[in-house]
């Protein structure tokens, strides 16, 4: 008699299929905050909820390979290890890799265009564009240059500059008098603006429902994409 693939669950897995020892070291890592000093043993095993036996054990094998730093004077620091993995992050990074995904998938939830605009000094210059499946539709070219502050995506792209200003930015007949737009701004890992991601819509397709359907798609893609670029969407989620 032979055991079903899943009859026996490896000791060492974590109940969504990953490795307990490495979700834990992960848990270690992300305990270390912005205004944290050097964390003791027992401070670090209480915010994981780990006992101190494992978590010393855990923060030994990080402290090998550079990502823990443990202080002479007792205490432990995040390790160098952190910051080349960031450097290296940072100098891989692609745009499109990101953005491209995100656009196709607004455009197909929502059947309209979806576009990316990034801020080119006092302006915005549209830099990704995929035009919806139908015969109306919105229309802006690639690298079309337009006013910054005007438009869902010019307002998109410094609403974090004003304090409340509520997300997404939603707009009706503004850059064209046919035209409805909703558009939300999308952080990169050093909290700027790195471009507004949003729909563009004719507007008489834009009923209540379309819009709340919108909103809800861009707010989503927006956040995702700022995690994937390793900025903080809670900033975005405060203005949702």
Known sequence: MTD???AQAPRNASPDGGVRAVDRALALLCAFRDEDGPLGL???SRRV???MTTALRLLQTLEGQGFIQRLPAGGYLLGPALLLLGERFRRSLRLENHVLPALERLRSESAESAVFFVRDGDRRRCLYR???PQ???AYAPIGEVLPLGHGAHGRALIAL????TPLPIVTRAERHPDLAA???PVLDAGGRVAGSIGISVPLYRFTPEMEALCRALTMREAVQVT???GGDPVRLQARA
């Open 227 to 229: 995690r994937e670029l």
């Open 49 to 51: 909820g780990l006992n």
């Open 182 to 184: 909703i558009a939300a």
């Open 4 to 6: 079903s693939p899943d």
């Open 135 to 137: 015969l109306v539709r």
């Open 130 to 132: 995929l035009d919806a």
């Open 42 to 44: 027992a401070e670090i």
């Open 161 to 164: 500059d004003t304090p409340g």
